[in-house]
């Protein structure tokens, strides 16, 4: 999954708010994600 979402993120098919979706969801960790936006991310956390 981090890879196909790495290259649909360097294309431009994927967004960063839908990559945090997928953090969200536990499909790639939030190191992946930094990996692949290269910046620091927030998650949010229901209550």
Known sequence: ???LLKQRYE???V???QLQRYV???????Q????IV???QEIEKEI
């Open 1 to 3: 999954m981090y890879e």
């Open 11 to 13: 294309r431009n098919f």
């Open 38 to 40: 290269g910046e620091k």
């Open 32 to 35: 992946q994600y930094l990996d």
């Open 15 to 17: 967004r960063k708010d």
């Open 24 to 30: 969200t969801l536990g499909k790639i960790t939030q």
